[in-house]
């Protein structure tokens, strides 16, 4: 069984920044594209961004686009999620997701692997 363990998550002012970072267990993480999505209070989970196996692509949400940055280490089977300019509506528990297929789609369905996640919390 594949386990994600994230980390990171905390109390920040707004314009503030963290670093998430999630650990992968297992042998087979370069295989696998890596997603970070979120759930607020009261809302749906939804979709933050995605990275693929290797690292060479990413795609983000329009909403954290210039403000989150996604990447991963391979060798150390740990993906990150730099959230930079945060503002009180990125309050939420953010969660990564491992994506066995190695597609790194948007939709929460298509992954199969999902940590317990990290809660942000944006004070003014």
């Known amino acids: 069984q594949v386990q994600l363990v994230e980390s990171g998550g905390g109390l920040v002012q707004a314009g503030g920044s963290l670093r998430l970072s999630c650990r992968v267990s297992g042998r087979t993480f370069n295989t696998y594209a890596m997603g970070w999505f979120r759930q607020a209070p009261g809302k749906e989970r939804e979709f933050v961004v995605a990275?693929?196996?290797?690292?060479?692509?990413?795609y983000a949400a329009d909403s954290v686009k210039g403000r989150f940055t996604i990447s991963r280490e391979n060798a150390k089977n740990t993906v990150y999620l730099q959230v930079n300019s945060l503002k009180l509506e990125d309050t939420a528990v953010y969660y990564c997701a491992a994506d066995v297929a190695g597609l790194g789609r948007s939709a929460s369905e298509t992954y199969h692997y999902w940590g317990q996640g990290t809660r942000v919390t944006v004070s003014s």
């Open positions: 990275i693929s196996k290797n690292g060479g692509s990413a």
